[in-house]
T-cell receptor
Framework: SQQGEEDPQALSIQEGENATMNCSYK?????LQWYRQNSGRGLVHLIL?????REKHSGRLRVTLDTSKKSSSLLITASRAADTASYFC????????????FGQGTRLTINP | DTEVTQTPKHLVMGMTNKKSLKCEQH?????MYWYKQKAKKPPELMFV???????INESVPSRFSPECPNSSLLNLHLHALQPEDSALYLC??????????????FGPGTRLTVL
């Protein structure tokens, strides 16, 4: 069964605006990761947040994790056209932590 | 070198053909993965290798046969595929499976079309 569900499924914003994507999951996790995928290409790891962490930053990215609500959000600030891509959350369970289960993804379009 | 390479980039095959997908990494990673991704869907795990041994098989049909000849190489042998097997096949690697906090590095994928 799909562990992570993301919303929105698609998001279109103007360059310079902030983009927020949300991910919800069902079972307890060891960590949650965010990946970016440009059209038809491989995935690129963006950030990993452990279950005992609440917030993490990397450049223009900010990730939050609320284990009580089983949800995470990815914020991209000051968006650029190059940020246009699909973004996936992936959860690693406590048991079998090496197995990532990906959410459905959010397709982000940054309009110039 | 932080790259995972995959060949070929594109593959068209008939249902009676036998073909292989190849994946290579030189990061010293000891865990390697195969994923299948259909259009506008998330990647789905197929196989995981740890130290050249098959660790996870996600109930994948036997027409897909993985092989890990050494720590840098991962193959996926294809035989008697169906049109519904057409997808992007992604290879990934991570440092090892002993830590659960490892990011996975993905290759660009092989776009497979089964006629």
């Amino acid at each position: 069964s799909q562990q992570g569900e993301e919303d929105p499924q698609a998001l279109s914003i103007q360059e310079g605006e902030n983009a927020t994507m949300n991910c919800s999951y069902k079972t307890s996790i060891n960590n949650l990761q965010w990946y970016r995928q440009n059209s038809g290409r491989g995935l690129v790891h963006l950030i990993l947040i452990r279950s005992n962490e609440r917030e993490k930053h990397s450049g223009r990215l900010r990730v939050t994790l609320d284990t009580s609500k089983k949800s995470s959000s990815l914020l991209i600030t000051a968006s650029r056209a190059a940020d246009t891509a699909s973004y996936f959350c992936a959860t690693a369970k406590i048991q079998g932590a090496q197995k990532l289960v990906f959410g459905q993804g959010t397709r982000l379009t940054i309009n110039p | 070198d932080t790259e995972v390479t995959q060949t070929p980039k594109h593959l068209v095959m008939g249902m009676t053909n036998k073909k292989s997908l190849k994946c290579e990494q030189h990061m010293g990673h000891r865990a390697m993965y195969w994923y299948k991704q259909k259009a506008k869907k998330p990647p789905e795990l197929m196989f995981v290798y740890s130290y050249e041994k098959l660790s996870i098989n996600e109930s994948v049909p036997s027409r897909f046969s993985p092989e890990c000849p050494n720590s840098s190489l991962l193959n996926l042998h294809l035989h008697a595929l169906q049109p519904e097997d057409s997808a992007l096949y992604l290879c990934a690697s991570s440092q090892d499976l002993r830590s659960s906090y490892n990011e996975q590095f993905f290759g660009p994928g092989t776009r497979l079309t089964v006629l």
